[in-house]
């Protein structure tokens, strides 16, 4: 196996570094989220106050998608993808403290770490792939299929990072769980170090501060969309949905944590098969309306379940299978959105762009946790999902004027 993995040609072992690295910061990323949900509510703290644990991850994903464009395209993203794996390390460790320690303050301190980590390594795993294809349109859909095996296969793990925490949490403690996770991303980080190239993504012309904004409306369209369908999946999901099914169907944190992560599981493996169901595409135009159809089926989606949870219908069955479906379908939206940002992105300093839009995607997250917390505690779920309705439809709006843009 070993002879067959060192006769690979040198852009597939790239591929699969970032990869492996994407996994493993992923399954420590989803058991800290995990981790800190469950612990500080058995703590006693409601949703709102739990919500606000997550502020400064969010508020610092949306700089360090800014920022980290440009260092990813000044620096060459080998070097931010393990700056990334570093600093979660030492998010990891912050939180490996005396119980009296973790105040609300140090908690959200921990987690800006977290969350400048998070996204360092994420720009930096999706913008490298573009390098890694040809520009022909072979490439493309060899782009595309990457980009949704990258992306599924990273939220399948994000699941199981879910289902980690929760099972970390009650056999080890809260310490113990966080001991075993630095174990596991030393590792990943150590082959980073020695095995990943230096050349990655670095720019041929040094990228100026001021190019940190994208300059193409198509981008522009795409990553205001991007914003609206992040914020409408985490404004029910993120904090509202494990706080509901822990206090409304009394689950303990085994079913909590298990059931969110075979949602995120079979999420990742829908989002990995999202080149067959929606099929290969040939051109961005082609690709934009496919994502315009798919959003107004989302919304579509989402307006039953808060129907059918607003008047009280089998909410056990409604919740649950209506979880699945828009799951399945969101999947399919986010894997044509990481493709066409990578595929719209210029090719010298493709960092920059991707940035950029990710920066959106930081935003749509952070006004989606902060609603999350903020509506389900005075509102409760249902409203959460009108919400969630709501932004849906501000996204197929915005993909319809991105539609509407002569595209290649």
């Not at 991707?354 to 409760?380: C, D, E, H, K, P």
């Amino acid at each position: 196996m070993f002879a067959q993995l060192a006769n690979l040609p040198s852009s597939i072992k790239q591929y699969l570094i970032i990869t492996g690295n994407y996994w493993a910061f992923t399954l420590t990323d989803g058991a800290l989220r995990m981790l800190v949900v469950l612990y500080f509510h058995q703590l006693g703290y409601g949703a709102f106050a739990i919500a606000m644990l997550f502020l400064f991850y969010e508020i610092f994903g949306v700089i360090t998608n800014l920022v980290g464009g440009w260092l990813g395209a000044y620096l060459g993203l080998n070097k931010t993808m393990n700056v990334g794996l570093g600093l979660q390390l030492v998010a990891l460790a912050m939180l490996c403290v005396p119980g009296d320690w973790l105040t609300v303050a140090y908690v959200m301190a921990a987690q800006a770490l977290s969350g400048i980590a998070k996204d360092l390594n994420k720009m930096s795993a999706k913008s490298a792939i573009k390098y890694l294809v040809p520009q022909d349109d072979a490439g493309q859909s060899q782009l595309y299929k990457w980009i949704a095996i990258l992306t599924g296969s990273k939220n399948a793990l994000k699941g199981v990072g879910f289902f980690l925490g929760g099972l970390l949490l009650t056999v080890f403690g809260f310490v113990g769980a966080l001991v075993s996770l630095i174990a596991l991303l030393s590792v990943a980080w150590v082959i980073s170090l020695i095995f990943l190239k230096g050349d990655i993504g670095k720019a041929k012309n040094k990228p100026k501060f001021k190019e940190l904004f994208s300059k193409s409306r198509a981008i522009n369209l795409l990553s205001a969309a991007r914003l609206c369908l992040f914020a409408a999946r985490d404004v029910w999901f993120v904090v509202a949905l494990p706080v509901y099914l822990a206090a409304q169907f009394n689950w303990d944190h085994w079913w909590v944590s298990g059931f969110m992560a075979l949602w995120v599981i079979a999420y990742g493996l829908v989002q990995s098969q999202a080149p067959r169901i929606t099929g290969q595409s040939d051109s961005n135009s082609h690709s934009v309306k496919k994502a315009y159809w798919w959003v107004a089926l989302l919304s579509g989606v989402t307006g039953i379940l808060a129907l059918l949870m607003q008047f009280d219908i089998a909410i056990h069955f409604t919740l649950v299978i209506g979880l699945l479906i828009f799951g399945g379908v969101f999947a399919v939206n986010s894997s044509l959105h990481s493709y066409l940002i990578v595929s719209f992105a210029k090719n010298d300093g493709v960092s920059l762009d991707v940035g950029f839009y990710y920066m959106a995607n930081a935003i749509g997250r952070l006004l989606g946790t902060v609603l999350s917390g903020w509506v389900f505690q005075i509102y409760g779920l249902v409203a959460c999902l009108w919400v969630s309705v709501c932004l849906l439809i501000a996204a197929t709006l915005i993909t319809f004027f991105l539609n509407r843009i002569r595209l290649n």
